[in-house]
């Protein structure tokens, strides 16, 4: 009885020292929203300060609507090759093409990035298909 009891708590031990394997779960990055990625430089009027009062950056800084809050960060990966990028942009402005949505007449949010120069806002401006996978960059 003793040898059984011994065995039975020997085995439990076992089996409490293994871990059972979890689900595989999507990575919360799969979730993707599609919106109109549009294109904006420096203006002389404004200058460089950023609505965030930060200054802007090509490849990193981007505009959104006032109901996404300032220091947000979304990956858009098509952009990369374009602006030569990791993808990765923060809200760091305002405009009132994303305000008003004007770009995308009220069918997709509208991101506004910003890059260096009118002559390539004029050249990405110009590629057709501005509707993008924009996904929420995970902490």
Not at 99 to 122: E, R
Request: aromatic letters at 10%.
């Amino acid at each position: 009885m003793k040898t059984i009891v011994i065995t039975l708590m020997g085995i439990l031990a076992i089996l409490n020292s293994c871990t059972v394997a979890e689900p595989i779960q999507k990575p919360k990055e799969a979730e993707f929203f599609l919106a109109r990625v549009t294109f904006y430089t420096d203006c002389p009027i404004y200058g460089r300060k950023t609505a965030s009062q930060r200054i802007a950056v090509q490849g990193t800084t981007v505009a959104a609507a006032k109901t996404v809050p300032f220091g947000t960060e979304y990956r858009i990966p098509r952009l990369a090759d374009w602006i030569k990028t990791d993808g990765v942009f923060r809200v760091d402005d305002r405009g009132p093409a994303v305000d008003a949505m004007t770009a995308s007449k009220g069918k997709f949010p509208v991101i506004d990035v910003y890059v260096s120069s009118h002559a390539k806002v004029s050249q990405l401006g110009s590629k057709s298909g501005n509707i993008f996978k924009v996904y929420s960059k995970t902490p």
